[in-house]
């Protein structure tokens, strides 16, 4: 059984601590992601693991040997490190660079024999360089030179593998294949997997267990789940992030949303009517804003239920693919009655939700200003006869306000707030003058 | 090309290297011949061949010293060959000592006389030269060069030593102290040179570097410097391979890296020293060789290095005969030679290449 041991380990750059008092413990098997924020102590973990950095203090055993005292060319018989940068300037062939990992294992005075090569070979079978052992690396892409450097660690036949963002220079199809490929390996082979990883999503995808650092501290460490949480990832990263269960992957899967604006809340409640996702995006432009959101009738299941769900909107909502009921209906009126403003997207209608542009009637009647956004027209989106259209007119001729897209929205939004605040800030008589001054 | 077809190739690599290897010696034995020929004194080649025969055992015997005239042996063995002998030697050195510093700091500008041993060299020679009056000869050398060794040895180790953080030394570091201190050292040198009145010819000329009165019992001398610096390099050629990587990937491949640098650099700096004592401040060999050798034959340094000394030695010995000729009676110095002569055909591999090169 493989074993790391990482036990109180600090380290400095000069006077600056980087990481302080670390402890780990890692066996086979374990794939691990270290995460956290930039400048959180990740590389150096990693440096100090990998003999690069010598630790101020604290141990560091790999099967109870401490990896310092250990001869450098033992501890490249059980560990290999996959840099963050791998650039090579020197023109040395793919399967020479490879031939480099059986290094380790050679004496000073031996050329590499038959069952070298043969490992070489393996190592670049499994990271599919085996048609690149001619070119130059320094004439590969970013993508096959990783691949490549990840055969070289493979050759060196190590018990424990660190890579250091390996994936940062990579396109997302080789990022998938070589976390496949590394994961494997750690499965396969017993291989520990450490990698320090920008990309919480992959690490969520790939890794069984995870660190997260944060200013050189572990501020958890443990199986991903219990690592991965909204919560932690609120307080080291501060940023709010919805963590879900992937049903097609069967992982975690993170989404960051904006950092929170410095835009004020805003004292004013917006209420969408609409479906099919044409309110996702603009649910969290407006949030980020700072207005309040509601959002009603809407299905379950609908894409904008969900995402109202997400961003914890309050919704009026009826059962997935139902018409709207009565009841349904008068929640939906009286969330209205509460919002400031009411908008309409350019949703799809038919009878099923044709009682929502009712719901808009009523509000323009009740005073509420009402904008409507004709970005698609209604006619390819009317599928009640004419109805839908009908009342569309019928609005607009009420005294709705009717815009191209979303941009024009949000920009009538703050003309229209600003009037209200001069309506509360301005005096009277200077709001007077000015209107005397624009009729003129 | 297919991986099973470059694996075919590498595995007949080795064989592939004793072929540049053999074929290099027998081109370097052509030139020391041919060169043995070049001079004022005419001299044919199959009377230096039966000179060269006479000396080997077990061959004199089947020759037929009647046919040699005692100048031409005198010329021939005492003269021009311990001369050709120490190009060989020297060039050999200082292509070597140029393949392991641009290994060491990845560094394509990176040349013998890097870490100062040429700064050093000049000024050791020079305050022999204006202020050491008592004359004494060690093993051939006679006090200038002694100085001239001894001094680029100590700046090599001062270069080391400022460079030192902590236990390590860090390329870059090494790297600028080394050019600080050559150019310290060069404004000293320009100081004493500018207040040496009669002697500055000299000076000049030995800085020049040149092969004119070298004495069998310097070849022996700088032979031992030569030989074995470059065969215990070859034992750490896959280090270098792996250093070319860089320090901390050398380091994960089991390299001990601080320990076979510093072991490298001591080995390289002898080197210099020894060949910089004997011939003076000899330019061009110790950047150049490594390169064209580099873009002929690759970057594996287990073929590299061998293969640079022997061109370098022979690169030398090509254009002391130039210096020889060139000029008729007063010679031009060798250094001279080695740009004029080589810059032509670095450009000329630099062009032919497809691909950009990088060291």
Known sequence: MVLLNVDGVECCYGSIKILENVNLIVKEGD???????????????????????????????????????????????????????????????????????????????????????????????????????????????????????????????????????PLTYLDIINQLEIMDLVKSLCEKEGIIVMTAIHDLNLAARYCNTAILLNKGKIFSAGRLDEVLTSENIKSVFKVDAIVKKNLVTNSLYIIPLSPPKSSPIKNCAIHLICGAGTGTSLMKILLEEGYSVTAGVLNVLDTDFETAEFLNIPVTSEAPFSPITEKTRKDNLAMISKASTVVVTSVPFGHGNLQNLEAAKEALKKGIPLFVIDEVPIESRDFTQGQATALLEGLKSGGAVFVKNQDELLHMLNVSEEKLKMAKNVPPSVADHLKAARAS | MSGDKVEGTYIKRSSRWKLILVTLIVALLVTILVSLNIGYASISFSEILDILGKQIPFLNGSINSASISPTSEAIILQIRLPRVLAGALVGAGLAAAGV????????????????????????????????????????????????????????????????????????????????????????????????????????????????????????????????????????????????????????????????????????????????????????????????????????????????????????????????????????????????????????????????????
Not at chain 1, 116 to 138: E, P
Not at chain 2, 304 to 323: E, Q
């Open chain 2, 100 to 359: 392991i510093y641009q290994g060491v700091f990845r560094n394509p500008m990176a040349d013998s006389y890097l870490l100062g041993a040429s700064a050093g060299a000049s000024v050791g020679y020079t305050v022999a030269v204006l202020y050491v009056t008592s004359a004494l000869t060690v093993i051939g050398l006679g006090t200038a060069q002694l100085f001239a060794f001894i001094f680029a040895l100590l700046t090599v180790f001062l270069v080391l030593l400022i460079s030192r953080v902590g236990t390590k030394i860090p390329t870059t570091t090494l790297l600028l102290s080394g050019i600080v201190v050559n150019i310290f050292l060069l404004a000293i040198e320009t100081l004493m040179e500018l207040r040496s009145g009669q002697a500055l010819t000299g000076i000049v000329a030995w800085l020049a570097g040149g092969f004119s009165n070298i004495v069998w019992l310097q070849v022996w001398t700088i032979l031992p410097f030569v030989f074995i610096g470059i065969a215990v390099t070859y034992f750490f050629t896959r280090d270098l391979n792996m250093l070319s990587m860089g320090d901390d990937t050398a380091q994960h491949l089991g390299v001990n890296t601080e320990r076979v640098r510093i072991f490298l650099l001591a080995v390289a700096s002898l080197i210099t020293a020894a060949a910089v004592a004997i011939s003076g401040v000899i330019g061009f060999v110790g950047l150049i060789i490594p390169h064209m050798t580099r873009l002929v034959i690759g970057p594996d340094h287990r073929i590299l290095l061998p293969a640079s000394a022997i061109t370098g030695a022979m690169f030398l010995v090509i254009c002391d005969a130039v210096a020889r000729v060139a000029t008729g009676a007063a010679e031009l110095p060798v250094g001279v030679i080695t740009a004029l002569v080589g810059t032509p055909f670095f450009i000329y591999l630099l062009r032919r290449r497809k691909t950009s090169y990088s060291l």
């Open chain 1, 31 to 165: 794939f691990v992601g270290i995460i956290g924020p930039n400048g959180s102590g990740k590389s150096t973990l990693l440096k100090s693991i990998s003999r690069t950095l010598k630790p101020h203090k604290g141990t560091i055993l790999l099967d109870n040997k401490n990896i310092y005292s250990l001869k450098s060319m033992d501890l490249a018989k059980q560990m290999a490190v996959v840099p963050q940068d791998n650039t090579i300037s020197f023109s040395f062939t793919a399967l020479e660079v490879v031939l480099m990992g059986r290094s380790p294992h050679m004496s000073r005075f031996q050329m590499e024999t038959e069952s070298d090569m043969a490992i070489a070979r393996k190592a670049m079978d499994l990271t599919n360089t085996w048609h690149l052992a001619g070119r130059f690396v320094n004439e590969l892409s970013g993508g096959e030179r990783q691949r490549v450097i990840i055969a070289r660690a493979l050759a060196q036949k190590p018990k424990i593998l660190l890579l250091d963002e």
